[in-house]
């Protein structure tokens, strides 16, 4: 198991598993550890890219099953 989900609480949230992927990616990289920026300034250069639009389409999803099934 990755070390960021040791002694943590659950997230039961939806797409928390991508959430926590991109948020450590964003987060462990050289962007910000190295250059310092912030993780907002690093996702606009382009960085963790590929979690960015899984966590993007993940949400996508939820939004598009609310819709279907209506809120009930």
């Known amino acids: 198991m990755p070390k960021y989900y040791e ?5 039961t949230r939806a797409c928390a ?5 991109f948020k450590s990616c964003l987060l462990q990289h050289d962007c910000v550890v190295k250059e310092g920026k ?3 300034e ?13 966590f ?3 949400k996508r999803s939820m ?3 609310f819709h279907f099934y209506g809120n009930y």
């Open 7 to 11: 002694d943590k609480e659950e997230d």
């Open 56 to 58: 993007f389409e993940c």
């Open 42 to 54: 690093c996702l606009k250069e382009g960085h963790c890219k590929a979690l960015q639009t899984s």
């Open 63 to 65: 939004v598009s099953q």
């Open 17 to 21: 598993g991508i959430r926590e992927d």
């Open 38 to 40: 912030m993780p907002s």
